[in-house]
């Protein structure tokens, strides 16, 4: 079962700053293009960012642009997803998954992980 495996959620406080990461299990299966999901409680999944293999060519949310980052290094295998500025919208479980191609739509992904926790109190 090839999977992806995510880390560095918590709770924190509107203003606040988080750094999530993942990466695949295996840790010697390749990995394409990589996304971030988040999913608010009583909400529907929704695109945050993705980002290329070459890591140039990264996607954004409208309401995450300017405040998040995704970046990867291919040597450690890792994706990271720098997050500043969290207001309690950003609340939710985030996952990562992989796709051939960047894409917000989350149809084309097909290895996700089990998502981590984000809690951005007010």
């Known amino acids: 079962q090839v999977r992806m495996v995510e880390s560095g959620g918590g709770p924190v406080q509107a203003g606040d700053s988080l750094s999530l990461s993942c990466g695949p299990s295996?840790?010697?299966?390749?990995?394409?293009?990589v996304g971030w999901f988040r999913q608010p409680p009583e909400r529907e999944r929704e695109f945050v960012a993705a980002?290329?293999?070459?890591?140039?060519?990264?996607q954004y949310a409208d309401s995450v642009k300017g405040r998040f980052t995704i970046s990867r290094d291919n040597a450690k295998n890792t994706v990271t997803l720098q997050m500043n500025s969290l207001n309690p919208q950003d609340t939710g479980v985030y996952y990562c998954?992989?796709?051939?191609?960047?894409?917000?739509?989350?149809?084309?992904?097909?290895?996700w992980g089990q998502g981590t926790q984000v809690t951005v109190a007010s």
């Open positions: 998954a992989v796709t051939a191609v960047a894409t917000p739509d989350p149809n084309k992904y097909y290895f």
């Open positions: 295996p840790a010697s299966s390749g990995v394409a293009d």
């Open positions: 980002i290329n293999y070459s890591g140039n060519k990264p």
